[in-house]
């Protein structure tokens, strides 16, 4: 059974930092580029970031560049977003998810190419 499992949410000030944690089972991790989602109320399903399966590929939007960073440890089967600077837009529930690439491809950012998603951790950001 494939579980998807992310921690480290909460509760922050603007221009604080929050590190997300996402550690998988029953996953060929090393077979997957990972991403993460967010998902703020209203609006629909944004993908924040990706890193191919080795971690030396990664991909950010441009409403995070600068102030996400993704990483891997294919060794601990677990997927980092540490989030600096975090403004009250961030405000969101954040999803991993597994694409069915190994690269972070051209449809990084379609949440249909992802087949596992994790059930979320929310992180709100008060100005």
């Known amino acids: 059974q494939v579980q998807l499992v992310e921690s480290g949410g909460g509760l922050v000030q603007a221009g604080e930092s929050l590190r997300l944690s996402c550690v998988t089972s029953?996953?060929?991790?090393?077979?997957?580029?990972m991403t993460w989602f967010r998902r703020a109320p209203g609006k629909e399903r944004e993908a924040v970031s990706c890193i191919n399966w080795s971690g030396a590929t990664t991909a950010y939007a441009d409403s995070v560049k600068g102030r996400f960073t993704i990483s891997r440890d294919n060794a601990e089967n677990t997927l980092w977003l540490e989030m600096d600077n975090l403004k009250p837009e961030d405000t969101a529930t954040y999803y991993c998810a597994a694409h069915d690439y190994q690269y972070c491809s051209g449809s990084w950012s379609e949440p249909l190419k992802y087949t596992y998603w994790g059930q979320g951790a929310q992180v709100t950001v008060s100005s």
């Open positions: 029953g996953l060929d991790f090393n077979g997957y580029a």
